[in-house]
């Protein structure tokens, strides 16, 4: 069973960076794309970034590109998502998200594992 556990979520002014964390277990990390997602009240799930199982792929929503960095450390099963210039339109529930097949690019449809997210509000 996969398990992602997301951490590093706050309250942040506008401009500001943050770090969120996903710690993910069950299965062979290292082969594995990983996501990152966020939900605004009132809004549906939308994609933030995807990291291929190496690393060496990174794609990014329109909307964060050349402000977030998604990364990863096999060795530890983390993913990373970095955050910086952040806006109040930034402000969410942020999820971790992994899919169920080995493969890449994978369709933001094909992710069938969430974290319990972790809330990031950013004031202006």
């Not at 969410?92 to 069938?112: L, M, N």
Request: proline share 4%; aromatic share 12%.
């Amino acid at each position: 069973q996969v398990q992602l556990v997301e951490s590093g979520g706050g309250l942040v002014q506008a401009g500001g960076s943050l770090r969120l964390s996903c710690a993910a277990s069950g299965r062979t990390f290292s082969s594995y794309a990983m996501g990152w997602f966020r939900q605004a009240p009132g809004k549906e799930r939308e994609f933030v970034a995807a990291i291929s199982w190496s690393g060496g792929n990174t794609v990014y929503a329109p909307s964060v590109k050349g402000r977030f960095i998604i990364s990863r450390d096999n060795a530890k099963n983390m993913v990373y998502l970095q955050m910086n210039s952040l806006k109040p339109e930034d402000t969410a529930v942020y999820y971790c998200a992994a899919p169920r097949r080995s493969s890449w690019p994978v369709g933001q449809y094909e992710y069938d594992y969430w974290g319990q997210g972790t809330q990031v509000t950013v004031s202006s």
